[in-house]
């Protein structure tokens, strides 16, 4: 019979499914943003460089967010304390506003 874990679960299985889903979203809004910025390098090269400026860079930067935390959460998890905060969902919002923001100007100058 198999081992059961300490605790009611598994204690990686959350971690690795909450990092997924970030994950997830993360590459959904950068795919979006680059169709996005393909289509506004037709009608204006300098927004579209000025949205892939500000949308990239954070893209990279949730990533590494990303993957710090789901480190962190782990260890934490491990020693039974509380969670990481909130600056992965924090840079999720900013690139949702630098999306949005892209969208907007493409509707705008188009």
Same mark, same amino acid.
């Given at each position: ?37 393909? *289509?506004? =390098?037709?009608?204006?090269?300098? @927004?579209?460089?000025?949205? #892939?400026?500000? /949308?990239?860079?954070? %893209? !990279? ?21 509380? *969670?990481? =905060?909130?600056?992965?969902?924090? @840079?999720?919002?900013?690139? #949702?506003?630098? /999306?949005?923001?892209? %969208? !907007? ?6």
């Amino acid at each position: 019979m198999a081992q059961r874990p300490d605790g009611p679960w598994d204690p990686g299985l959350q971690i690795e499914r909450t990092t997924l889903a970030w994950l997830r979203t993360t590459l959904a809004f950068i795919i979006g943003l680059l169709v996005l910025l393909r *289509l506004m =390098g037709h009608v204006n090269v300098l @927004a579209a460089l000025v949205c #892939a400026a500000l /949308a990239l860079p954070l %893209g !990279l930067t949730i990533g590494w967010l990303l993957w710090r935390r789901h480190l962190d959460g782990e260890r934490r998890l491990r020693e039974r304390a509380p *969670l990481p =905060g909130g600056a992965l969902p924090a @840079a999720v919002t900013a690139l #949702a506003v630098v /999306a949005g923001c892209s %969208g !907007l100007a493409f509707v705008l100058f188009a």
